[in-house]
């Protein structure tokens, strides 16, 4: 697949050549600089050969800011870096949007964040930042927004009409799991049109890991997914483990894994009781909060915390496991596998809560890859990707599970994978639990201020809601240069405008509610 | 009926109207963040509000009036929070939960642009209950301290002075 794609680019752009990268290294396998101008062209090639735009972000490099787009496949195992340098001064960059829906979001990200013009985007209107902020966020030096584009700051300003009618579903909203806005369109009980506007939580952890050193910034990572903050932990601590050349020992490995997947039990379980709970039933939440408090009480044992844990550090663990855990765990895994039975039988099987999902808010596969779905939505609507499976990260290359799939993709099979996957992350802390290796938990010789050689990397982990990429870009000194998180719940909310087109309000709920979103993963 | 009599019938109509109040708080739902799923654990099967009578969470500011600032205020939703708060009849109390209602929290740092370094700049708090987040342990003492402002009387001991 590498080696199609090289000859297929190199074909399209006569003057660029691109460059193999070492993917244990980098995470990525080919890199290739190109004009802006030849940007559209090289997106229709990636989406004819089935790629999904994974991630578009700027970096600036005071000299020049620079593009940087990933394109990855859903069944192949190839990422692509492209990049384009812009000038500082007046960057102006054709769109992506009319090639890959998940470019007008990324696109409208870059634009309030650097100043980055995007010729030939629909709607340029500022997703996360308010009225009142007079400069570009993440330029290394200060630059005023432009005349233009403060016009652009109050976000989504509906378009008066003849017999429209507005409906703001939140900020303050029991169903949007936080303070999302979702301003509606609708047409009687229908909905015309769906404008999410977010950045009610915006509290800027990109600007923050400019301003800390590698070890600082790792609290943060668990504010940023509260309910899968293991996942997220994770994610950061191997991407820089990564970048750094550590390797961390086989026993902390699998306590990894091992607290990553009750992290992912709970996340699922929380998501289970909130879900129903927004289509009117409420004792499923009291009977989750049971089972999550047992994990709860695991974890707390070994990290000290029950819900933003730090539990990993670069090279090892904060600190090891012992008899009671595993005991405990063991406990837990033989009382959940009992619980599975009741949850099929209160919720599965019921017939109010078929009717509510079923048909409802159906993502094809040719959606899930314009918008780069990721996660349970991706596997719901059949492609089973899975990063654990795909990039073996820790110790999961070792372990023999299987990626639970629907085949219709709407909010049931969604729910089902959901709850599959909860089945499957118990077999995998069975089989981590029988295997744990003795030995230490932390690697030797780790300094206390890492230095991580010039470069770049893109690491890719699974957290409970998707495909997490964390690009990191390092200059040699202990400060990353810059750090962008792509997370999955923004690009799973890119594709809610889609699916609720032309569906009922109540309905919105439902699918809403189905993509599972953490809010202030999605405003960072 | 003579003028005098008047405040003293008020003040034992306030006693217990007031002993009324603390026993039925009505907080509003109003997720922010991490503290909101402790907020949620609080009020579930282990923790149990309901024993104080203070787990009916109403999703509209008009019926409650009790409001749980779980997570970070930034300035775009500043507006729509005072807003809601309001919105709510009184009397209203406030308990301010987690570092980053009480001061910013972590997210206090140069060249923050985006957040409001305390809740109390925007609307009066009552409790404050500090944790990143606050064990729902924390949260049910600080429900126990507010019920103690506003019926001057505790209702269960206090932990046990152990220095």
């Known amino acids: ?524 | 009926m003579g003028k005098e009599i008047l405040p003293v019938r008020f003040a034992v109509l306030d006693k217990v109207l007031n002993l009324a109040r603390a026993n039925s708080l009505w907080p509003m739902t109003f997720g922010l963040a991490c503290c909101a799923i402790e907020m949620m654990a609080t009020a579930m099967s282990r923790f149990d509000l309901d024993r104080f009578g203070a787990a009916v969470y109403r999703a509209t500011p008009r019926q409650a009036d009790l409001m749980i600032v779980t997570g970070t205020v930034t300035k775009k939703i500043a507006p729509v929070f005072t807003t809601l708060y309001d919105q709510m009849p009184s009397p209203k109390w406030v308990i301010a939960m987690g570092n980053c209602a009480i001061s910013g929290g972590p997210f206090a740092f140069e060249g923050q642009y985006s957040i409001i370094e305390g809740v109390d700049l925007l609307v009066p708090v009552d409790v404050y209950v500090p944790g990143c987040p606050p064990r729902p342990e924390a949260l049910l003492e600080g429900f126990l301290k507010l019920e103690e402002k506003i019926t001057k009387t505790r209702r269960f001991p206090g932990p046990e002075k152990r220095w």
């Open chain 1, 1 to 524: 697949m590498v080696e199609e794609v090289k000859s297929g680019i190199s074909q399209l752009l006569r003057e660029r050549r691109p460059v193999e990268e070492p993917y244990g290294e980098k995470g990525y396998h080919l890199s290739v600089d190109m004009a802006p101008k030849d940007l559209i062209d090289v997106g229709r090639f990636f989406k004819e050969k089935g790629f999904y735009l994974a991630c578009a972000l700027c970096v600036d490099f005071r000299d020049y800011l620079e593009l940087v787009y990933f394109f990855a496949h859903h069944e192949g195992h190839c990422r692509v870096k492209v990049t384009s340098r812009l000038d500082p001064q007046a960057p102006y960059a054709p769109s992506l949007s009319s090639v890959f829906g998940s470019a007008l979001w990324y696109e409208r990200e870059i634009h309030e964040f650097f100043g980055v013009r995007f010729e030939g985007h629909p709607n340029m209107a500022y997703l996360f930042l308010h009225g009142g902020i007079d400069f570009y966020p993440l330029r290394k030096e200060k630059v005023m927004v432009s005349e233009e584009d403060r016009a652009l700051l109050n976000s989504f300003r509906p378009e008066e009409g003849e017999d429209t009618f507005f409906i703001n579903l939140g900020p303050q909203h029991p169903s949007t799991h936080g303070v999302l806005r979702v301003v509606l369109k609708m047409d009687g009980e229908y909905i015309e049109r769906a404008e999410p506007v977010m950045g009610y939580l915006h509290r800027m952890h990109e600007k923050m890991a400019e301003n800390r050193t590698y070890l600082q910034f790792l609290p943060n990572t668990g504010r940023m997914d509260y309910l899968g903050a293991m996942a997220f932990n994770l994610g950061y601590v191997t991407a820089v483990e990564r970048l750094c050349g550590i390797k961390a020992p086989p026993r902390a490995q699998y306590v990894r894994v091992i607290a990553t997947e009750l992290n992912r039990i709970s996340s699922h379980l929380l998501w289970l009781g909130a879900y129903l709970a927004d289509l009117g039933a409420m004792t499923p939440f009291l009977y989750v909060f049971d089972d999550r408090e047992q994990i709860l009480d695991i974890l707390e044992g070994i990290t000290g915390s029950r819900l933003t844990y730090c539990y990993f550090r670069f090279g090892g663990l904060f600190n090891d496991v012992d008899e009671d855990f595993i005991t405990g765990v063991r406990r837990f895994i033989a009382r959940m596998r009992g619980r599975f039975q009741i949850y099929d039988d209160l919720v599965t099987k019921n017939v109010i809560f078929i009717n509510r999902t079923r048909n409802v808010g159906v993502i094809t596969r040719e959606t899930a890859r314009q918008y780069g779905v990721s996660g349970p939505v991706l596997r719901g609507a059949g492609i089973a990707m899975d990063m654990r499976k795909k990039e073996p990260y820790a110790a999961y290359g070792e372990f023999d599970f299987s990626i639970p799939t629907g085949s219709y993709g709407d909010a049931h099979d969604i729910y089902l994978v959901r709850f599959k996957e909860m089945e499957e992350s118990l077999n995998i802390i069975e089989q981590a639990l029988n295997g744990l290796p003795e030995g230490p938990i932390m690697a030797e010789k780790v300094p206390k201020k890492l230095k991580p050689p010039k470069g770049d990397l893109y690491h890719v982990v699974e957290t409970p809601r998707g495909e997490l990429g964390i690009y990191i870009v390092s200059d040699e000194s202990d400060i990353p240069y810059r750090m962008k998180w792509r997370v999955p719940s923004f690009a799973n909310l890119m594709v809610f405008p889609e699916l609720v087109r032309g569906c009922l309000l109540a309905d919105a709920i439902a699918i809403l509610g189905s993509l599972d979103l953490v809010i202030p993963e999605i405003d960072r």
